[in-house]
């Protein structure tokens, strides 16, 4: 008897996982963390770094940013398969490789994956697979990513959204009619949007009849009063002790050296002085209780909320809720204050966990907020904005570029951390078109991270913003596609970041 105990107790940890108390005791936990954790996804631009804090953390991609030189970045040999029409699609692909099977079963521990996007089916391969999904349920992040079911959750949480009206639209005639409270110049939205694609600004019969079919007939529709503001977003992450609140970033939207898109998301800027410190305190509580919301409707971990900064009377509103990480996450995860402390995304995996822990709410969010815990960058995501199709030979690959006295873009050495960034005549490029594709109107040719900021007085770009976007741009070239050969493009609109 006393030998079949001893073998069970050998079997048995040698101690459980103790309390966490402190910041000191989350990153050492995570420093040793033994559990295979994979984010799956086109790219792994979204969570970039968080495998330098988490160790066994390691990325499963479609698109190989890094021609193999990442250390942690597992890109499986292309197959055959359908035409993508969502990252749902690509992470079903994914998962469903016999590479990436392989991969999982020789785990030792039970793989945990997070995602950019999920659904039901990538679930339901996760099941089969044996690994755990550490997000909410699909369903439930579906529910909140509704704009109409977002308003409902911010009213619940006393978070304003700009002056609105929720309805179905017939016709011309009808929104006339429904939109009577919030005026004639309106932005609609549909109830899922991406960057930017279901937005419309409709102020004439002219500017409705473009978008008609994109309108009519789509369920229900957030009318919204149009305002002049100025875009924000701040990422946050619910836990069992409370909303952990990042801190408030400007937005780039609709710059046509970008995107192609009116109101389409092109990038984010973070430094101290943003907006004054009314705006960032409302900011914050407002995140707070939304968070804390969405913790009553049983969400837990990541999420975003966009903002809306009236200009002409500093009224901020809600604008959207995106449940899971963005293309903001970068930005947020890299900032000094999460240098000093831990990266947000690491409290997401704290809450998924299951390992006991405290976590002083308010003194982390009062100590995020400082502006001597915030440094300057930027980030432009570059997008095809010409309505043309070709094929690239070449482009530029990942790493560090200079900018040039004359104005041109030089590439200086591979690398993969932004980090590396010294001043404001470097950037990080993440290369994300490769030779061999298309090069369509909107497709995503990488994302430049730099410090400092890309807006000047006005909003505007900078002229060393210019500058880095057509030096990027300069270096990638393509053959031209006959017209015979051509084939369509279908909408390649669908997220990848």
């Known amino acids: 008897m006393a030998d079949k105990a001893a073998k069970k107790m050998a079997k048995r940890p040698s101690s459980k996982v103790k309390h966490l108390e402190t910041i000191s005791d989350i990153r050492r936990y995570f420093h040793r963390n033994e559990r295979p954790i994979f984010f799956v996804s086109a790219t792994n631009f979204n969570l970039l770094g968080i495998d330098e804090w988490c160790r066994n953390f390691k990325f499963i991609s479609y698109i190989d940013c890094y021609d193999g030189r990442h250390p942690n970045v597992f890109v499986p040999t292309e197959v055959e398969h359908p035409e993508f029409e969502s990252i749902e699609d690509i992470n079903a692909y994914l998962?469903?490789?016999?590479?990436?099977?392989?991969?999982?079963?020789?785990?030792k521990k039970k793989p945990v994956m997070v995602f950019l996007m999920f659904d039901a089916r990538v679930e339901k391969i996760c099941k089969e697979l044996g690994v755990d999904v550490w997000f909410p349920k699909a369903s439930l992040r579906k529910k909140i990513d509704h704009k109409i079911e977002t308003v409902r959750i911010g009213d619940a949480a006393g978070v304003p959204s700009v002056p609105n009206v929720l309805s179905k639209i017939k016709d011309w005639d009808h929104l006339q009619e429904v939109s009577k409270p919030v005026g004639s110049d309106l932005v609609l939205q549909s109830a899922f949007g991406d960057s930017g694609h279901t937005t419309f600004f409709i102020k004439s019969k002219k500017d409705f009849l473009r978008y008609e079919s994109e309108i009519v007939g789509q369920g229900e529709i957030k009318i919204m009063?149009?305002?002049?503001?100025?875009?924000?977003?701040?990422?946050?992450c619910v836990t069992k002790q409370g909303t952990v609140v990042g801190p408030l970033m400007t937005e780039l939207v609709g710059f046509k050296q970008l995107t192609p898109y009116r109101g389409g998301w092109c990038g984010n800027e973070i430094f101290p002085d943003a907006f004054d410190d009314n705006i960032r305190k409302k900011c914050r509580e407002y995140t707070e209780r939304f968070g804390d919301q969405l913790g009553k409707?049983?969400?837990?971990?990541?999420?975003?909320?966009?903002?809306?900064?009236?200009?002409?009377?500093?009224?901020v509103y809600m604008g959207e809720c995106n449940p899971r990480v963005t293309g903001a996450s970068s930005m947020t995860n890299h900032a000094a204050f999460a240098h000093a402390d831990a990266p947000l995304f690491l409290f997401h995996l704290l809450e998924f966990s299951n390992v006991p822990f405290s976590l002083d709410v308010e003194a982390l969010n009062a100590r995020w907020a400082d502006p001597d815990n915030i440094d300057e960058w930027c980030q432009m995501v570059i997008k095809h904005t010409d309505d043309t199709v070709d094929l690239l030979n070449k482009a530029p690959e990942t790493g560090i570029y200079s900018l040039q006295p004359d104005g041109s873009v030089k590439f200086e050495r591979f690398d993969y951390h932004r980090r590396a960034v010294a001043n404001e005549n470097e950037a990080f490029f993440l290369r994300i078109l490769q030779p061999g594709d298309y090069r369509y109107e909107g497709a995503d040719l990488g994302i430049l991270v730099t410090r400092g900021h890309a807006m000047g007085k006005g909003f505007g770009l900078?002229?060393?913003?210019?500058?880095?976007?057509?030096?990027?741009?300069?270096?990638?070239?393509?053959?031209?596609v006959p017209t015979a050969e051509a084939v369509p493009i279908s909408d390649p609109a669908f997220k990848i970041m």
Do not use: P
């Open 95 to 107: 998962l469903e490789h016999k590479e990436v099977v392989d991969l999982l079963k020789s785990c």
């Open 462 to 480: 900078k002229k060393r913003a210019k500058q880095w976007i057509d030096g990027i741009k300069a270096q990638f070239e393509a053959d031209e």
């Open 225 to 236: 009063k149009r305002i002049d503001n100025r875009g924000t977003a701040v990422e946050a």
């Open 297 to 315: 409707e049983g969400y837990r971990g990541y999420f975003e909320l966009d903002f809306l900064i009236d200009i002409n009377d500093g009224e």
